[in-house]
């Protein structure tokens, strides 16, 4: 996003929140600007400008948003469209229906975090002979748990702006952490 972006939405946060930004002075205005500039820098006008009327509509304290809660309002916009546990299971039961002979096909054909939550392919293998109710209650408890796990490590971590990732290693150790699945594959 660009500054003047970031002045645009500033302005509508601004309309609706008067008294939170009276005493602002201009220099404070600027800083706010940047900062917000350096924090949503990883995202498109579009989909700031979302998460705010988002905000907006469900703010119930009348309370002007933190830049967090931007990004937090974001996250919630953007996760609306992701698999939730369940919905996650159904995708590695079907996967496991099929993996007496194919599990590294169907290991392949999974989103990247159920690939994480699976572990790899073999686990699939595993999975596909084993008796149906271990996998109905055992399994599917364990693959839920990791699941959700997961899920709440990569929204936190999706969170922090490219740059702050990259200066902390995330992407580096997330990218150690699959290559290491990758070795247990095979």
Known sequence: MTKDEIVKIIFVIR???????????????DLLTTSWAALL????YEQVSVAVQN?????IYGRAPKIGQIIDSLKKVE????LNANEAWALVYKAIQNSNYHAEEEFNKLPPIVQK????FNNLKDY??????????????????????????EKELSKLPQAIRDRI?????????ENANVRTDT
């Open 169 to 177: 290693g995330v992407n580096e150790f997330l990218r150690l952490e």
């Open 79 to 82: 996760t609306a469209k992701e």
């Open 55 to 59: 905000y907006l509509v469900n703010d």
């Open 15 to 29: 309309a609706n929140y008067p008294e939170a930004y009276a005493k602002l002075s201009p220099n404070d205005l």
């Open 128 to 153: 596909a002979v084993m008796n149906i109710e271990d996998v109905q209650v055992t399994v599917k408890a364990h693959f839920k748990s990791i699941y959700e796990t997961e899920s709440k490590r």
């Open 41 to 44: 820098n990883d995202y498109t």
């Open 117 to 120: 939550a699976v572990g790899n």
